[in-house]
């Protein structure tokens, strides 16, 4: 089952457990949330403002920017309109995937 499976198609199919419903949702709903912090980021990379995600230096030092603004009320970044720790889980997943798999293009 992949992402573009309807929620309501898993609802009335018996077969489907309550788990993969809510893995579904949780994939959804996330998807819809790093998406915004994503497109805010890619503007600046296509601009030559940042380096590509995957070699960039800078993802720990904005996980604590990203949590700063938010311990002082921040709730949405104007520029992105996503949640400040919404880019902190998505600077978060970039430091795994170098990690990971190296500063490497995907």
């Given amino acids: 089952m992949g992402l573009g499976t309807n929620s309501f198609q898993l609802?009335?199919?018996?077969?489907?457990?309550?788990?993969?419903?809510?893995?579904y949702l949780i994939h959804s709903t996330f998807l819809k949330m790093l998406d915004a912090a994503t497109g805010d980021g890619s503007i600046k990379r296509q601009r030559g403002e940042k380096p590509p995600w995957w070699r960039d230096p800078d993802h720990e030092k904005a996980i604590f920017s990203h949590l700063n603004k938010w311990k002082r009320g921040e709730k949405v970044d104007p520029t992105s309109g996503a949640h400040p720790l919404v880019h902190l889980a998505w600077r978060a997943l970039a430091i795994a995937h170098q990690e990971t798999h190296g500063q490497v293009p995907p």
Avoid at 11 to 23: A, G, S, V
């Fill in 11 to 23: 609802l009335c199919e018996p077969k489907k457990t309550n788990w993969e419903l809510e893995r």
